[in-house]
């Protein structure tokens, strides 16, 4: 069973095709994590299939739907996006901006009900954010700031989450706690995650599906054990990689790597290396 | 963790109490404004007559100064600074560009250029421009919105508050250019109205204009509040919005057409009074925060009560002349608002 599939997508800003005729799928409850190089068009994919943009081609099938067949709202009870680096407006309290997640479940002035509070309460103490519900978020470190945010995201109640690049500018441990996190999330309440990450390792360590993405084409997908491999890494990267198992975590990590020479990068020619 | 709930339970209940006191505060002053103002002018009333001629006693010339001249004047002076303030807070919420006022989307300029093509052709003096001028400002306005609206609008993006906002700065260029160019043709007298028509003199002071303003606020103030969380929810950007379930490029149009048409209303009847769309938000968001609820309506009183406040010093400051209420508002903002930035910037 799958939450997400496309066909045949292709998308493009004006005229510059970035995505073309991408067959993808997500598999439900488990978590899937994107990686390919600058500007190979991740983030726009994923917009794409929050509906944030409108592909010039293909359908975005969600749980079966065509998403253009669902209204926004309805996408939005079943789907949550969080985008790269997401700025709260200045003097907005943790607990006031994860409320907002239950937006897509409000009606007219928006009053929180019952069911509201608890879930708030469910998606503040589950991200360990508790005691900064009257704090302002400006004045949060980085990694309780993007836990503010997976809280909004929670408090969404989607069973589906879409992170653009969530642990980008986040010190390593601050990385480990949010990818825990989510990880915790996946195993205990059976969200299915959706990452663009661009941590090789991190991407290899906590995902159970990876999708290799290069000029707008899937290279590969699958386990880690088949998409971590110097064939496929030279590839999409084009990298010399040396990929070992991981003596602690039994994953597939890479330990060195050389850029690979007298090579044009094909990805510049194609895409003209725009970063998007 | 009881403990935590517990303390963060109290602290919302503060929050909740302090935003009350605030709001409560401002409608105190916005009544105090109102008092003053009433009992300022060129013919002095003691309050003791001013509240017996209100309820109804009184002879026939304070009457007439009080019905026909003062009453009105306040009422269009409040309702001018509802108008511009909560216009400048929607513009400011959706661009999510604290430096943003309703002069951006070109309001000021469309208004001043109509105002300036009017009394080219017609004369400062012409009787009917009591009843025209404010139509022709909102149709000029309006022309001028929906330029900027469609020059900024990209295929696939739709607008792009950043867009939106570099467009209207280079239409009002354009049109002030303009406006510059024709008001080197006029004569003395028009002039002088032009003149004082772009320093924000609220002349528009008898009950017509009390009563083409009042419907836009009556019907868009509550649209607006009905739409405060929508506010909030475009406030976080576009793609978080679109993720929360919001019809962005829709919402957007909606609440931009019902900031311009609050704004150009209020133009229509004031002159042009910028400063009060900009200030009036800023104040407000620091007193009470980002949250639309209670931000909208504290905006709101914030602009009222400076308009008022600005439009009764205008009255007294040089007597018998009066200066323009928006040269008013301006002094008396502008030292308060740079006061705050510093303090902003520790």
Aim: net charge positive; charged share 20%.
């Amino acid at each position: 069973m799958n939450s997400i599939n496309t066909e045949n997508l292709s998308i493009a800003y004006e005229e510059k095709l970035i995505v073309k005729g991408l067959d993808m799928c997500i598999p439900k409850g488990k978590i899937t994590t994107i990686i390919g190089p600058n500007g190979c068009g991740k983030s726009t994919l994923l917009k794409a299939v929050g509906r944030i943009l409108k592909p010039k081609d293909g359908i975005v099938y969600l749980n079966g739907e065509d998403i253009h067949n669902l209204t926004t709202k309805e996408i939005a009870q079943k789907m949550a996006i969080l985008p790269q680096s997401p700025q709260a407006p200045s003097g907005l309290t943790v607990g006031e901006l994860v409320a907002y997640g239950r937006f897509p479940h409000q009606k007219g002035f928006g009053k929180l009900k019952e069911e509201d509070k608890e879930i708030i309460q469910w998606a503040l103490e589950v991200t360990k954010i508790l005691e900064f519900e009257t704090t302002i978020v400006d004045n949060l470190s980085g990694g309780q700031r993007q836990r503010v945010w997976i809280a909004m995201a929670l408090a969404q109640g989607t069973d589906l989450i879409l992170l653009d690049e969530p642990t980008t500018y986040l010190d390593l441990s601050y990385q480990l706690e949010v990818l825990e996190l989510l990880y915790n999330l996946n195993k205990k309440q059976n969200k299915t995650i959706v990452m663009v990450l661009h941590d090789l390792n991190l991407a290899s360590r906590f995902a159970d599906h990876m999708v290799a993405i290069r000029c707008g084409e899937i290279i590969s997908h699958g386990d880690p054990e088949k998409v971590m491999t110097p064939e496929i890494l030279k590839e999409v990267f084009n990298i010399d990689a040396h990929i070992v198992r991981d003596p602690r975590k039994g994953c597939l990590t890479c330990i060195s790597y050389d850029l690979i020479k007298n090579k044009n990068n094909m990805c510049a020619k194609i895409c003209g290396g725009m970063n998007i | 963790m009881e403990n935590i709930k517990q303390k963060n339970e109290a602290h919302k209940n503060k929050v909740a109490k302090r935003n009350i006191t605030i709001l409560i505060t401002c409608l105190i002053l916005l009544i105090l404004s109102f008092v003053i103002s009433m009992n300022t002018g060129y013919t002095k009333l003691s309050p003791n007559d001013t509240l017996k001629t209100l309820f109804g006693g009184g002879s026939h010339k304070e009457k007439l100064i009080l019905f026909k001249f003062r009453l009105p004047r306040i009422v269009v002076s409040i309702l001018v600074g509802i108008g511009l303030s909560l216009s400048g807070c929607i513009i400011q919420g959706i661009s999510r560009n604290p430096l943003a006022d309703p002069g951006l989307l070109g309001i000021n300029a469309g208004a001043g250029l109509m105002v300036i093509l009017y009394v080219m052709f017609f004369g400062a003096k012409s009787f009917l421009s009591v009843f025209t001028l404010p139509f022709l400002a909102l149709i000029g306005a309006g022309i001028t919105a929906i330029l900027i609206y469609i020059l900024s609008y990209k295929k696939g993006e739709g607008v792009a508050p950043l867009r939106l906002i570099l467009t209207g700065i280079a239409i009002q260029a354009g049109i002030s250019a303009l406006t510059t160019l024709l008001v080197i043709k006029l004569d003395d007298t028009q002039f002088d109205f032009v003149a004082n028509w772009q320093a924000g003199s609220i002349w528009a002071s008898n009950w017509n204009f009390v009563m083409t303003l009042l419907p836009w606020i009556l019907i868009l103030v509550p649209y607006i509040m009905m739409k405060s969380r929508v506010l909030d929810i475009l406030n976080l950007g576009d793609e978080l919005a679109y993720s929360l379930g919001t019809e962005v490029e829709r919402e957007r149009q909606l609440l931009l057409g019902a900031a311009v048409a609050l704004a150009a209303s209020s133009v229509s009847v004031s002159g042009s009074i910028g400063f009060v769309g900009l200030i009036a938000p800023h104040l407000a968001r620091r007193l009470v925060g980002p949250k639309h609820r209670i931000l909208l309506p504290t905006c709101a009183l914030i602009g009222a009560v400076l308009v008022s406040i600005s439009d009764t010093i205008a009255k007294i400051i040089v007597q018998p002349l009066e200066i323009p209420t928006g040269i008013v508002v301006a002094i008396v903002g502008a030292p308060y608002f740079l006061y705050l930035l510093s303090r902003n910037t520790q």
